[in-house]
């Protein structure tokens, strides 16, 4: 059974920095593109950043863009959200996602197979 476990989320100040990890336990996650995803309360579950198999390539939602940055460890099986200059806005469950290949668009949540629990990062104003 594939895992896919958050952490690093909590309270933070507006201005202030959070670091999440996601280890994957999906033997090709070196293989597979990765991407993060957030829900604010009362919202949908929306595209955040992703990752190609080998870190080449990025892609970031506009409201998250020169904040956020995503990156990938495969020895580790773990990719990272780096998330600078957090907003009240930023409030939500983050969730990673891992892809094992699909025609769906890359921000799109139906290109996504495997996701984990979430993990609740709260920014105070």
């Known amino acids: 059974q594939v895992r896919m476990v958050e952490s690093g989320g909590g309270v933070v100040q507006a201005g202030g920095s959070l670091r999440l990890s996601c280890e994957a336990s999906?033997?090709?996650?070196?293989?597979?593109?990765m991407a993060w995803f957030r829900q604010a309360p009362g919202k949908g579950r929306g595209f955040i950043a992703r990752?190609?198999?080998?870190?080449?390539?990025?892609v970031y939602a506009d409201s998250v863009k020169g904040r956020f940055t995503i990156s990938r460890d495969n020895a580790k099986n773990t990719v990272y959200l780096q998330m600078n200059g957090l907003k009240h806005e930023d409030t939500a469950v983050y969730y990673c996602?891992?892809?094992?290949?699909?025609?769906?668009?890359?921000?799109?949540?139906?290109?996504?197979?495997?996701w984990g629990q979430g993990t609740r990062v709260t920014v105070s104003s």
């Open positions: 999906e033997r090709t996650f070196s293989l597979d593109a």
């Open positions: 996602a891992q892809d094992r290949g699909s025609a769906y668009l890359p921000t799109s949540r139906d290109a996504y197979s495997y």
């Open positions: 990752i190609s198999w080998n870190a080449a390539n990025t």
